[in-house]
């Protein structure tokens, strides 16, 4: 039987629980990151003690950019990710370097996802708990490489998109996406759901947004700019009439229709995220090998399991099939000791067996012995005599008078 497989959702407000199980997302619970929140996840990490943990944050703390390499080999590169992220992220703990790609374009540099938590201690916190139950931690992934490697499978996405997602506890993620390409985001905190409120914060950062791809040369000057709002057909509707398109953006609301269980959630983003992430799969960034050593050695346990139960079944199958033909084999025992059954079991034939093949050296040997023991031998007689049986001038009486020095053979 297989471990459960839980996702949390970590944002520097609280946590999310979610069950994924039979290809749907189940809540289970949220926590606040404060005492009574945290004592209440205790009890749930004590209750799934044996269940495969999966974290995704969207933290404030996390400083994120998007830079070009050149393309090297697998040491090569290596060593420049860690001089790369000791020069942007000295001295942190929990960082990464995760390649997204190709330029399409000039030398086909390799674009890298530079990632790191500046401060983790709202992760830290939930990480205590997991280790104190010694639960099996698979992976950490943050909200911003999700994006990068899973954001174009969305339906109804432009081309060129500011992807905005507004999540429970942690505010506005916004993510440029060019052809499926990742170019920069950031996170933006917001205290106040209401409509109007929220309205307004999207429109502020919206242009703070296109003023700095329009710097970075990502966006002309006068190009329209296509903005995509994450969020459920509740909160689609509440922000339609406060979004008015302008002559340099344009609001798209992409109504997401999560599953029945999902409803129960405030905010439909938060299930979309790890929907995505559960299915085309969590690519670890902060998780070290330390803090996944119990994930590993429960899969390495597992595989050794599995390996001996296929080497037995193996060994049984080769006994079985061996004592079959053992069976077929010694079923009539042969007449006389020379005699060989046939393979269907019928009556035994008499076989000779197969004459011995003797190399030439081997033969000039035994022919040379012949001939020092008997000198007359392979000579050949010019007269037809009875041991040659009347038909053939080769006799085979060693003692016979009748011999011209010919060799037989």
């Known amino acids: 039987m297989s471990a459960a497989q839980l996702w949390l959702f970590v944002t520097d407000g609280g946590l999310a629980a979610w069950r994924w199980q039979a290809a749907q997302l189940q809540p289970i619970a949220a926590f606040t990151s404060d005492a009574a929140g945290r004592a209440a996840f205790d009890a749930l990490a004590a209750r799934y003690r044996k269940a495969r943990w999966r974290l995704l944050l969207d933290l404030q703390d996390e400083d994120c950019r998007v830079d070009t390499v050149p393309h090297l080999g697998a040491r090569d590169r290596h060593r420049l990710m860690e001089r790369r992220l000791e020069a942007n992220h000295p001295g942190l703990r929990y960082r990464s370097a995760l390649t997204l790609g190709r330029d399409a374009h000039g030398r086909r540099d390799d674009r890298v996802l530079l990632a790191a938590l500046t401060n983790p201690s709202a992760l830290e916190a939930w990480l205590a708990i997991l280790q104190a ?35 429970q506890g942690s505010g506005l993620r916004q993510s440029y996406l060019a052809d499926g390409v990742l170019h920069f985001t950031r996170l933006t905190r917001t205290d106040d759901d209401r409509p109007a409120v929220l309205a307004a914060l999207l429109g502020s950062e919206t242009l703070r947004a296109r003023q700095y791809l329009a710097s970075q040369r990502l966006l002309e000057r006068e190009q329209l700019l296509d903005v995509v709002l994450l969020c459920s057909e509740a909160e689609g ?68 399991g599995s390996a001996a139960c296929r080497s037995v079944c193996s060994a049984a199958r080769s006994a079985v099939s061996n004592g079959r033909q053992r069976g077929n084999t010694r079923r009539r025992r042969p007449a006389c000791p020379n005699a060989w059954p046939r393979p269907n079991g019928a009556c035994p034939v008499r076989t000779r067996p197969p004459p011995r093949r003797t190399s ?5 040997r035994m022919r040379s012995c012949a001939t020092g023991r008997w000198p007359t031998i392979g000579r050949t007689c010019a007269t037809t005599c009875g041991c040659c049986r009347g038909h053939s001038n080769k006799c085979r009486r060693p003692n016979s008078s009748n011999w011209t020095g010919k060799s037989t053979r």
């Open 360 to 364: 030439c050296r081997r033969r000039r």
């Open 237 to 304: 509707a509440a922000l339609r009439p406060h979004c008015a398109d302008g002559t340099q953006i344009r609001y798209h609301f992409v109504a997401l229709r999560p599953d029945a269980a999902m409803e129960a959630m405030p905010h439909a983003s938060e299930a979309i995220w790890l929907q995505l992430a559960a299915r085309h799969g969590l690519v670890n960034q902060y998780a070290s090998p330390a803090l996944r050593q119990t994930d590993l050695a429960a899969r390495a346990a597992r595989g050794y």
């Open 133 to 167: 139950h010694d639960a099996r931690l698979a992976g950490i992934a943050s909200l911003a490489a999700l994006t990068a490697l899973h954001a174009h499978r969305l339906a109804g996405l432009p081309p060129c998109a500011l992807l905005v997602s507004r999540q």
